[in-house]
Nanobody, 119 residues
Framework: QVQLVESGGGLVQPGGSLRLSCAAS????????VAWYRQAPGKQRELVAL??????NYADSVKGRFTISRDNAKNTVFLQMNNLKPEDTAMYLC??????????????WGQGTQVTVSS
């Protein structure tokens, strides 16, 4: 069984920073591609950042403030969020294509971590 577990969310004041982590575990070899999404109450799920190989893409609303990165040795992905704004408040979810020991490619979602930006 494979799973993704996010952590690092919390309550932060506007202008503050948080670093989210997404750790993959189970019978996996590596993470092929990964993305962070967010969903606020009453809103559609939004793609925040995407990392595939050495290529990254960001939503316009977070460019220059958020950075997606990975630690291949630990099968962990990060989202560094700086200069946070109240409109960044949402549940943040990690989505990854995992290369399994069986050779299969498995699409996996984490359970999410809540980020609240408020004074």
């Amino acid at each position: 069984q494979v799973q993704l577990v996010e952590s690092g969310g919390g309550l932060v004041q506007p202008g503050g920073s948080l670093r989210l982590s997404c750790a993959a575990s189970g019978s996996i070899i590596s993470i092929y591609g990964v993305a962070w999404y967010r969903q606020a109450p009453g809103k559609q799920r939004e793609l925040v950042a995407l990392l595939s190989g050495d290529s990254t893409n960001y939503a316009d609303s977070v460019k220059g403030r958020f950075t997606i990165s990975r630690d291949n040795a630990k099968n962990t992905v990060f989202l560094q969020m700086n200069n946070l704004k109240p409109e960044d408040t949402a549940m943040y979810l990690c989505n990854a294509d995992l290369i399994l020991e069986s050779g299969e490619l498995h699409d996996s979602w984490g359970q999410g971590t809540q980020v609240t930006v408020s004074s």
